[in-house]
């Protein structure tokens, strides 16, 4: 079982360029996740999406985009790049969303914006 | 919104007990987690508290108040192994996470 999957595992882009980070489980559980982790800060809540085909906002939602098509991919699409959005992003998931229920964390990318 | 404090680093000997605190103050609360994180891998979970009180769990264990916003993870018996960062998070009212910035304990030999 591979848990929850990440690509790719780091990638350095240039600003103004549109990228996807991919993410996939195959837990079946029904709620991801997409954080990005800064040093000092910990890790902020981008998008979010509780079930397939339903997606929320996190803390830091601006200049990202999701999608929730099936239960196990939940892609995080940034439109054109900015080089504040240099970060570690963790993809998550957990089983439902709601009740007691734990978050698993996948690889991490590491993305660089020049 | 959530407000989690943490000590940003401590030091420890092989073999010790170290305490890491943690404050909150959240619009909602619906438990409170600690996350390790080796340096270059993904947080993975240690331990859950929702009611007031201690969890033990092995050599981990972590405690909880409600009422004075607080919550410690203490490692006991430690050892090279435990050298990471230790995440504290608060689930809130719409059952979402926020993290603390993170405490990075180094065990000294």
């Known amino acids: 079982i591979a848990g929850i999957t990440q690509a790719p595992t780091s990638q350095i882009l240039a600003a103004g360029r549109r990228m996807t980070l991919r993410c996939t489980q195959d837990m079946r559980h029904n709620a991801m996740y997409w954080y990005r982790q800064d040093l000092g800060l910990g890790l902020r809540l981008i998008h979010y999406?509780?079930?397939?085909?339903?997606?929320g906002k996190g803390e830091v939602p601006d200049g990202y985009s999701v999608s929730r098509a099936n239960t196990d991919d939940f892609p995080l699409t940034l439109a054109s790049a900015v080089p504040s959005q240099t970060s570690v992003y963790f993809c998550?998931?957990?089983?439902?969303?709601?009740?007691?229920?734990?978050?698993?964390f996948g690889p991490g990318t590491r993305l660089t914006v020049l | 919104g959530q407000n989690i404090d943490q000590p940003t680093e401590m030091t420890a000997t092989e073999g010790a007990i170290v305490q890491i605190n943690c404050t909150y103050q959240?619009?909602?609360?619906?438990?409170l987690f600690w996350y390790q994180q080796h340096a270059g891998e993904a947080p993975t979970f240690l331990s859950y508290n929702v009611l007031d009180g201690l969890e033990e769990k092995g050599r981990f264990s972590s405690f909880l108040s409600r009422s004075k916003g607080y919550s410690y993870l203490l490692l006991k018996e430690l050892q090279m192994k435990d050298s990471a960062s230790y995440l504290c998070a608060v689930r809130d009212s719409d059952y979402k996470l926020s993290f603390g910035a993170g405490t990075t304990v180094t065990v000294r030999a």
């Open positions: 999406s509780n079930t397939a085909g339903t997606t």
């Open positions: 998550a998931s957990s089983p439902s969303g709601g009740a007691v229920d734990t978050q698993y």
């Open positions: 959240t619009s909602g609360f619906n438990g």
